[in-house]
């Protein structure tokens, strides 16, 4: 199992460029999630999916968007980046049920400029 | 939003060292998990804690649900290099829909 994957790895946008990062599970989980991290903020949650088709805002949700067309991928997009948005991106999942752990992805660095 | 706080937010160590950390909250989690991320990756789940006053170890590491179920603690013994990066505490509510509330980590690094 490759587990979780995101891609790209790395990205410079310019202000207003927009963008759609993969994120890909080989688990069969029923749950993803989108974070983002900044210095000294910790894992900020963005938007989450409990199934296929469905999606449902984070604590940072403004300025993105995302789509679960698949049980498998959960793209997260950014129609008109900023500045504000340079982050490290990290996508996780979980199985659902009574499991609660999050596996992470490996992360994608984003800078806006 | 809610919180957690987690302390110390940085520590050094020394090889051979002992070494605790702690998250804390005002309100009642149903699971803590505690998770180490060094640079340049995702976090890495190190600890799931299911039950207040559980105490379960993963090698040198032990971590327990405190049995207010507002608190987590872990602990590492004789601490290596390797053990040097960022360590996150995360807990779940009941009925949250899977959605982690994390501490702001705790770094450890290497005393000069």
């Known amino acids: 199992n490759a587990g979780v994957t995101q891609t790209p790895k790395f990205r410079v946008l310019k202000t207003g460029q927009s963008m759609t990062l993969l994120c890909a599970q080989d688990?069969?989980?029923?749950?993803m999630y989108w974070y983002r991290q900044d210095p000294g903020m910790g894992l900020r949650l963005i938007h989450y999916?409990?199934?296929?088709?469905?999606?449902a805002k984070g604590e940072v949700p403004d300025g993105y968007n995302v789509s679960r067309l698949k049980k498998q991928n959960f793209l997260l997009g950014l129609e008109s980046a900023a500045p504000s948005q340079t982050s490290v991106y990290f996508c996780?999942?979980?199985?659902?049920?009574?499991?609660?752990?999050?596996?992470f992805g490996p992360g994608t660095r984003l800078t806006v400029l | 939003g809610q919180q957690l706080n987690q302390s110390p937010q940085s520590m050094f160590i020394q090889e051979g060292e002992d070494v605790s950390m702690n998250c804390t909250s005002s309100s009642i989690f149903n699971t803590w998990l505690w998770y180490k991320q060094d640079p340049g990756e995702g976090p890495v789940l190190l600890i799931a804690l299911y039950k207040a006053g559980e105490l379960t170890s993963n090698g040198r590491l032990t971590a327990q649900f405190g049995i207010t179920r507002k608190d987590s603690f872990l602990n590492i013994s004789a601490s290596i290099p390797s053990d040097v990066g960022i360590y996150f505490c995360a807990g779940l509510r009941g009925g949250s829909q899977g959605n982690l509330i994390f501490g702001k980590g705790t770094k450890l690094s290497v005393k000069p």
């Open positions: 996780a999942s979980v199985l659902g049920g009574k499991h609660n752990e999050q596996f």
């Open positions: 999916s409990v199934g296929e088709g469905t999606t």
């Open positions: 688990m069969n989980h029923e749950y």
